[in-house]
């Protein structure tokens, strides 16, 4: 089984809507963090989580929220999608140590219309 | 602004000759490099990575380059295979364990 799961892979909705992209872990590990992908910018963080009770904005958290319901999960919310908001999300994990690896989803590919 | 720059979009190499990746930095606050894989519909995977502090990291057919005076970094892998054919990132940490990305550099490898 993976290590860093994400669902759903795909999703189109429209313009408006609520959406939440949901990221589970088994690696025990402390750390999750949410990117998005877009072609030419390369990935970039949306938010990031270094415990349960700590959640922080990362470079681009306009028009997203996050929960942190356990350790293991980690869910990336659009209150209202709009189209710019297409892109491939990718959600990861660390341990939280000094030059440390960070491990990716498969990711999620949204379609805004 | 980006502060990990991956050039060149593509890269195009015949099999069993060496593929060299570069990647520019701006910010030299960065202790730690790494480089990652993607293929289609998959996540990216950790490939290398190499500490500030060193200037050349070897793992098998891959070897990463730090120039830190020049803020610059290679990827070279050597022989290059059909199965390397894929998606290359430039990643850098800052202190406290964020990542800043590059746009990727398509390899593809021809046989």
């Known amino acids: 089984d993976a290590d860093v799961t994400q669902t759903p892979r795909n999703r189109i909705t429209k313009t408006g809507k609520r959406i939440m992209l949901e990221c589970s872990q088994t690696?025990?590990?402390?750390?999750m963090y949410w990117y998005r992908q877009d072609p030419g910018l390369g990935l970039r963080l949306i938010y990031y989580s270094f415990d349960v009770k700590d959640i922080n904005k990362g470079e681009i958290s306009d028009g997203y929220s996050v929960s942190r319901q356990a350790q293991a999960k980690f869910s990336l919310s659009l209150e209202s999608a709009i189209p710019n908001q297409t892109a491939l999300y990718f959600c990861a994990t660390s341990v939280g140590t000094a030059q440390e690896t960070q491990y990716f989803g498969p990711g999620t590919r949204l379609l805004v219309l | 602004d980006q502060q990990v720059k991956q050039n060149s979009p593509s890269l195009s190499v015949q099999e069993g000759r060496i593929s060299i990746l570069n990647c520019d930095y701006t910010n030299s606050m960065f202790d730690y490099f790494l480089w990652y894989k993607k293929y289609p519909a998959e996540g990216p995977t950790f490939l290398i990575s190499?500490?500030?502090?060193?200037d050349k990291n070897e793992d098998g057919r891959f070897t990463v380059f730090l120039n830190k005076s020049a803020k610059h970094l290679s990827l070279h892998i050597v022989p290059s295979q059909p199965g390397d054919s894929a998606v290359y990132f430039c990643?850098?940490?800052?202190?406290?364990?964020?990542?800043?990305f590059g746009a990727g550099t398509t390899v593809t490898v021809r046989a």
């Open positions: 690696k025990g590990h402390d750390r």
């Open positions: 990643a850098a940490h800052f202190n406290d364990y964020k990542l800043s």
């Open positions: 190499i500490s500030s502090i060193k």
